[in-house]
Nanobody, 126 residues
Framework: QVQLVESGGGLVQAGGSLRLSCAAS????????LGWFRQAPGKEREFVAA????????RYLDSVKGRFTISGDNAKNTVYLQMNSLKPEDTAVYYC???????????????????WGQGTQVTVSS
């Protein structure tokens, strides 16, 4: 089993920044990729970004390219999502997820991810 714990959410004004963290524990050596998804009230869960745990291959949702950056620290078993130029439409619960299968590029489908964190709320005010 893999445990994922997110942190770093909060309330920020439009144009501001937040950095989310996701710490992995347990059988973290079985992880091939980590991803961030988000879900706003009344909407489906949406892919945001993902990173291969080795090689640093990344992929992003088009609407966050140039604003969000995903990165990983293997020594700390932690992945980060740096979010800049935040917009009200970025408001959602953000979830970290882990994929235990090797894929290239990392998957954008939530059904491909085996483990999920509890989520952290991000609220962007206008």
């Amino acid at each position: 089993q893999v445990q994922l714990v997110e942190s770093g959410g909060g309330l920020v004004q439009a144009g501001g920044s937040l950095r989310l963290s996701c710490a992995a524990s347990g059988r973290s050596f079985s992880i091939y990729a980590l991803g961030w998804f988000r879900q706003a009230p009344g909407k489906e869960r949406e892919f945001v970004a993902a990173i291969r745990w080795s090689g640093s291959v990344t992929r992003y949702l088009d609407s966050v390219k140039g604003r969000f950056t995903i990165s990983g620290d293997n020594a700390k078993n932690t992945v980060y999502l740096q979010m800049n130029s935040l917009k009200p439409e970025d408001t959602a619960v953000y979830y970290c997820a882990a994929d235990s299968r090797l894929r290239y590029p990392p998957s954008s489908h939530y059904s491909d991810y085996d483990y999920w964190g509890q989520g952290t709320q991000v609220t962007v005010s206008s």
